[in-house]
């Protein structure tokens, strides 16, 4: 009797509990560039998000209308400030609304569908690009389902300006829960 409920048990939840710890989190490979306005201000960072092949599917499934998906998705993110946080020493640089966003259908390295999301991240109060020696960034998800992560550290570009000046250097944390940024990520820069 206990094999024959053991057996019911493990097929019915076994499929469930792999579909639910999936659905758990999604993987979402970013890539940041650093922009400077014409007053020599480091202004905005505009970013691609690559999210995993079955959050992709998911998603997909419950919006197929790609543009309807878009809206809902920077809905979403802008009530999280798009799981993007910058410091420059101990000034944080609030980054928390867009200009423009484009969602779409692409492969990823193993050619299987994947969902590319960009924008362009506005800084409230841009920076004197002189004053930078530091910038933190954390991509940190609070509600503990997304995690981002750099796959190199040119990853992290940044605008022409900056680059005689500054370098990224990218981290990976030994250990980190779900939701947080698993990679220390900085730009430092010369003065």
Same mark, same amino acid.
């Given at each position: 009797? #206990?094999?024959?409920? !053991?057996? #019911?048990?493990?097929?019915?939840?076994?499929?469930?509990?792999?579909?639910?710890?999936?659905?758990?989190?999604?993987?979402?490979?970013?890539?940041?560039?650093?922009?400077?306005?014409?007053?020599?201000?480091? =202004?905005?960072?505009?970013?691609?998000?690559?999210?995993?092949?079955? =959050?992709?599917?998911?998603? !997909?499934?419950?919006?197929?209308?790609?543009?309807? !998906?878009?809206?809902?998705?920077?809905?979403?993110?802008?009530?999280?400030? #798009?799981?993007?946080?910058?410091? =420059?020493?101990?000034?944080?640089?609030?980054?928390?609304?867009?200009?423009?966003?484009?969602?779409?259908?692409?492969?990823? /390295?193993?050619?299987?569908?994947?969902?590319?999301? @960009?924008?362009?991240?506005?800084?409230?109060?841009?920076?004197?690009? @002189?004053?930078?020696?530091?910038?933190?960034?954390?991509?940190?998800?609070?509600?503990?389902?997304?995690?981002?992560?750099?796959?190199?550290?040119?990853?992290?570009?940044?605008?022409?300006?900056? /680059?005689?000046?500054?370098? =990224? /250097?990218?981290?990976? /944390?030994?250990?980190?829960?779900?939701?947080?940024?698993?990679?220390?990520?900085?730009?430092?820069?010369?003065?």
């Amino acid at each position: 009797m #206990f094999k024959k409920l !053991l057996v #019911f048990v493990l097929l019915f939840t076994l499929p469930t509990i792999s579909v639910l710890a999936h659905t758990e989190h999604e993987e979402i490979q970013v890539k940041s560039s650093f922009e400077v306005n014409s007053r020599q201000q480091l =202004s905005a960072i505009s970013m691609v998000w690559l999210y995993d092949t079955f =959050s992709s599917e998911d998603m !997909l499934q419950h919006e197929k209308d790609i543009n309807r !998906l878009a809206k809902v998705l920077i809905s979403d993110l802008s009530r999280f400030n #798009f799981y993007t946080r910058l410091n =420059s020493g101990d000034r944080r640089l609030v980054a928390n609304r867009i200009n423009k966003y484009k969602l779409r259908k692409v492969k990823d /390295k193993d050619n299987n569908l994947a969902l590319e999301l @960009s924008f362009t991240l506005l800084i409230n109060k841009p920076i004197d690009i @002189s004053k930078i020696k530091n910038i933190k960034i954390d991509h940190s998800d609070p509600t503990g389902r997304g995690i981002l992560f750099y796959d190199k550290a040119e990853d992290i570009s940044l605008a022409t300006v900056l /680059k005689s000046k500054c370098r =990224s /250097k990218l981290k990976e /944390k030994a250990e980190f829960i779900e939701g947080q940024f698993p990679q220390i990520a900085n730009v430092t820069c010369r003065t």
